[in-house]
């Protein structure tokens, strides 16, 4: 089982930034493309970030413009630089490792945007 540690949720006013912080093994890390996903109460999980182990990223564009994906190989760490916070950004924010076929997920951490 892959271990993925999270942190840097919480609580934050519309127009706030937070960055979260997802930490795997150096082994996870370095095959791995590292992504973001958000579940809000009632919806589904989606994604809102995910970068390559070559640099490459992707957002939603719900996020595009105000979120920044990065991954610190000297730390095996992939970070989420969330600005211009939003009501409907409040959600559990998931870290995710995947390499085809495998995947796996952090354990969540809450963000929440408050007007």
């Known amino acids: 089982q892959v271990q993925l540690v999270e942190s840097g949720g919480g609580f934050v006013q519309a127009g706030g930034s937070l960055r979260l912080s997802c930490s795997a093994s150096?082994?996870?890390?370095?095959?791995?493309?590292m992504g973001w996903y958000r579940q809000a109460p009632g919806k589904q999980r989606e994604l809102v970030a995910e970068?390559?182990?070559?640099?490459?990223?992707t957002y939603a564009d719900s996020v595009k413009g105000r979120c920044t994906i990065s991954r610190d190989s000297a730390k095996n760490t992939v970070y989420l630089q969330m600005t211009s916070l939003r009501l409907e950004d409040t959600a559990v924010y998931y870290c995710?490792?995947?390499?085809?076929?495998?995947?796996?997920w952090g354990q969540g951490t809450q963000v929440t945007v408050s007007s």
């Open positions: 970068i390559t182990t070559r640099g490459s990223t």
């Open positions: 150096a082994r996870i890390f370095s095959i791995s493309t």
């Open positions: 995710k490792a995947s390499r085809f076929p495998a995947y796996s």
